[in-house]
């Protein structure tokens, strides 16, 4: 984990409020796990004290960048969306643990499940899987087909599936409905996005074992200030930026 004043090398919009920022920086090196996210400080601006935290999307350490996919959801965001080409950017990373990428053996299936902008960290978890020789099958749920993206970057790794919730594009309804209909064969499942969803997963394919990524509002990121805490089934706290945001789907009560 470090601090690094790093280089915006493009910063553009994908879908509905969703924008994609590739970023230079040698802490690029340090990277390695899917699921871990970066905390940014707001640019140009002493109006916010709190850094935000965003999942990496892509790792690349050829061209020693990575790739974030965010939403603008607040003042923040916005700032960052606005942000151009050779601008710089407070970054502290890697932080947090991400997937165990030992969990499957090779020729076994991974279900990918993500909702919203759950969806990208799941995207270097599919690369790293196929590069060992594990199959990758992908369920990504969005609310309209305005917000859906990266549908074709899954695509070329393994079948994807596409949900909307007001059924304007793929199928209608939420990841789980397809779980449902499709009857797939995998297994083990990783998941990342909304706690609702995450939670009807966890419900739904309680005989498989599985890891579910958990979105919290953060704060230092870092795991000091016990703002992110979740439950576990031993009725401890563990903290979501520090102990997470991959846990064993087991080891969490909703």
Same mark, same amino acid.
């Given at each position: 984990?470090? +601090? $690094?004043? *790093? =280089?915006? %090398?493009?910063?553009?919009?994908?879908?509905?409020?969703?924008?994609?920022?590739? +970023?230079?920086?040698?802490?690029?090196?340090?990277?390695?796990?899917?699921?871990?996210?970066?905390?940014?400080?707001?640019?140009?601006?002493?109006?916010?004290?709190?850094?935000?935290?965003?999942?990496?999307?892509?790792? !690349?350490? $050829?061209?020693? !960048?990575?790739?974030?996919?965010?939403?603008? %959801?607040?003042?923040?965001?916005?700032?960052?969306?606005?942000?151009?080409?050779?601008?710089?950017?407070? #970054?502290?990373?890697?932080?947090? !643990?991400?997937? !165990?990428?030992?969990?499957?053996?090779?020729?076994? =299936?991974?279900?990918?499940?993500?909702?919203? #902008?759950? %969806?990208?960290?799941?995207?270097?978890?599919?690369?790293?899987?196929?590069?060992?020789?594990?199959?990758? #099958?992908?369920?990504?749920?969005?609310?309209?087909?305005? $917000?859906?993206?990266?549908?074709?970057?899954?695509?070329?790794?393994?079948?994807?599936?596409? *949900?909307?919730?007001?059924?304007?594009?793929? $199928?209608?309804?939420? +990841?789980?409905?397809?779980?449902?209909?499709?009857?797939?064969?995998?297994?083990?499942?990783?998941?990342?996005?909304?706690?609702?969803?995450?939670?009807? #997963?966890?419900?739904?394919?309680?005989?498989?074992?599985?890891?579910?990524?958990?979105?919290?509002?953060?704060?230092?990121?870092?795991? *000091?200030?016990?703002?992110?805490?979740?439950? =576990?089934?031993?009725?401890?706290?563990?903290?979501?930026?520090?102990?997470?945001?991959?846990?064993?789907?087991?080891?969490?009560?909703?």
């Amino acid at each position: 984990m470090q +601090v $690094e004043l *790093a =280089t915006v %090398v493009k910063n553009e919009k994908l879908a509905k409020n969703t924008f994609k920022i590739t +970023v230079k920086a040698n802490l690029v090196k340090e990277m390695n796990t899917p699921g871990q996210f970066v905390n940014i400080k707001i640019p140009k601006t002493e109006e916010f004290l709190l850094r935000r935290p965003i999942s990496i999307c892509e790792i !690349n350490k $050829e061209k020693n !960048n990575f790739v974030m996919i965010y939403k603008t %959801v607040g003042e923040g965001t916005k700032v960052i969306s606005k942000l151009k080409a050779k601008e710089k950017i407070d #970054i502290l990373a890697p932080l947090g !643990n991400g997937y !165990n990428m030992d969990s499957l053996k090779k020729g076994q =299936t991974a279900l990918l499940i993500g909702g919203g #902008i759950g %969806v990208p960290p799941l995207y270097e978890l599919a690369k790293q899987f196929k590069q060992k020789g594990i199959k990758t #099958i992908h369920i990504l749920g969005f609310n309209t087909k305005e $917000e859906v993206f990266y549908e074709e970057n899954f695509k070329k790794i393994g079948k994807t599936y596409i *949900a909307t919730a007001d059924g304007s594009y793929g $199928e209608k309804g939420y +990841v789980t409905d397809i779980i449902k209909q499709k009857n797939i064969k995998y297994d083990k499942y990783y998941s990342c996005g909304p706690i609702l969803m995450l939670k009807e #997963i966890k419900k739904l394919e309680n005989k498989k074992q599985g890891y579910l990524s958990l979105e919290e509002r953060m704060a230092c990121g870092v795991g *000091a200030c016990y703002g992110c805490i979740c439950k =576990t089934k031993s009725s401890s706290t563990k903290r979501v930026c520090y102990d997470g945001p991959v846990f064993k789907a087991e080891e969490i009560a909703f």
